[in-house]
């Protein structure tokens, strides 16, 4: 089983940009998909996007279509979360995970989750 590290996340205004990273260490990414999801105070974890590793199939929510963007990196075992055009409702806990398979934009399916890293956007 994979442990997911993030790292990347910040403090930034409203419209500027951020890039979040995770790694794996304990094995790789190649048999798995790779997701970011977030949660904000008050609110459930919610799906922020996802790629099938193999094939690079990705997904979004509907909330940072157009303006996130997710990859990966096989050499270095790392999935990217590039978010641009930030708004103040993006600030949360984004966290990395990992999934064996299923349904990509569902919570329960990941397996391996990493302990997450704080995005703030101000107004």
């Given amino acids: 089983q994979v442990t997911p590290v993030e790292s990347g996340g910040g403090l930034v205004q409203a419209g500027g940009s951020l890039r979040l990273s995770c790694a794996v260490s304990g094995g790789t ?21 996802a790629v099938i590793w193999s094939s690079g199939t990705s997904y979004y929510a509907g909330s940072v279509r157009g303006r996130f963007t997710i990859s990966r990196d096989n ?14 409702e993006d600030t949360a806990v984004y966290y990395c995970a990992a999934t064996p398979g299923g ?9 391996s989750w990493g302990q997450g890293t704080q995005v703030t956007v101000s107004s």
């Fill in 29 to 49: 990414f190649s048999r798995y998909g790779a997701g970011w999801f977030r949660s904000a105070p008050g609110k459930e974890r919610e799906f922020v996007a």
């Fill in 75 to 88: 050499a270095k075992n790392t999935v990217y979360l590039q978010m641009n055009s930030l708004k103040p």
């Fill in 103 to 111: 349904i990509m934009t569902v919570a329960s399916r990941y397996d």
